[in-house]
């Protein structure tokens, strides 16, 4: 009997939930990484260096939280939480411009390394002129918010353009505290003709961060049925065919210069308040509601590491 227990405990299979959320990291890491090795530098030659050249920066985006310990618990994985660690990664980009991009023939626009496009975003035409306006914000809303780092928003710009996620994420930006909760808000299928993974409803944020050690990643979604109204609305209109950008630009949250001292602390949260917090998620009836997790005084975190100037 001891010998029949041992093999079921050791024949278990995973929920339902978890082989959605592990599928979702897997396909998300499968996205980075085929980015990343698409756009690797030119003028790097050494073949060790560009072997290395994502997984370098992908050690920076790191799945935190519960996700490992539900694993090993066979327990359901309801949401994942994906710090983004911007002092690294602030590094890496300003070590390899100043290497790879100081002198003028390897700073032209058709260079197709990642680190370098993505630093030209800072001299893009942009209307609403986004990188002046954050010198005024907080330290984290401004590295948040900005458009020439490898932050949550250069990693969810690679995800809303793949084929397979187009118009299927559900994106709600919360600046001040730095990041985006995300919800899958469409059939996505992923895995073998016999044994497809359905990721529509799996709840990932992207979170930004100058020290994952400090990070406070405790729990990002404990207010998600405060955030269900938001989500729900952008399924409609993914599973209606509508474009979610422009079907949702009436309501998206737009950085505010000036940080919180700007904005009304009421105008984030109105929309969203007015729906029941008595109900919960029927993906997150582990919750509990409280308000947003509070974000560490500006004297407790790490200073960011600015980007080099080129002329």
Not at 130 to 157: G, T, V
Not at 220 to 241: I, N
Request: aromatic share 8%; glycine share 4%.
């Amino acid at each position: 009997m001891d010998e029949q227990k041992r093999g079921d405990r050791m024949a278990f299979v995973p929920p339902k939930e978890s082989k959605r959320a592990m599928a979702t990291a897997a396909l998300f890491t499968m996205i980075f990484a085929r980015y990343l090795e698409d756009n690797i530098c030119p003028n790097m030659t050494d073949s060790d260096e560009r072997a290395q050249f994502a997984p370098e920066i992908l050690d920076h985006v790191i799945i935190v939280g519960g996700f490992c310990r539900d694993i090993l618990l066979n327990r359901p994985i309801r949401d994942i939480d994906i710090i983004i660690n911007l002092r690294e990664l602030c590094k890496l980009q300003t070590n390899h411009l100043k290497k790879y991009h100081s002198k003028k023939e390897h700073q032209s626009s058709g260079q197709g390394c990642v680190y370098w496009k993505r630093y030209l975003e800072k001299f893009s035409d942009d209307p609403s002129n986004i990188n002046e306006q954050q010198k005024l914000n907080p330290e984290l809303e401004m590295m948040h918010n900005i458009n020439y780092i490898f932050n949550s928003k250069f990693w969810l710009n690679i995800l809303k353009n793949n084929a397979l996620l187009q118009n299927k994420l559900s994106i709600l930006d919360k600046p001040k505290s730095g990041y985006f909760q995300i919800e899958v808000v469409n059939t996505v299928e992923v895995g073998s003709k016999d044994r497809k993974i359905n990721l529509d409803a799996q709840y990932i944020d992207f979170v930004d961060t100058f020290n994952i050690d400090k990070c406070y990643n405790d729990d990002f979604l404990a207010g998600s049925s405060k955030y269900r109204q938001f989500h729900r609305k952008s399924r409609q209109l993914s599973m209606s065919g509508i474009d979610l950008s422009s079907g949702r630009a009436g309501d998206s949250q737009k950085p505010t210069p000036g940080g919180d001292k700007a904005r009304n602390s009421d105008d984030e949260d109105s929309e969203m308040d007015e729906d029941d917090d008595s109900e919960h998620d029927h993906n997150h009836d582990h919750h509990h509601d409280h308000d947003e997790p509070k974000k560490p005084d500006r004297a407790q975190r790490l200073k960011s590491m600015g980007l080099i100037e080129f002329d």
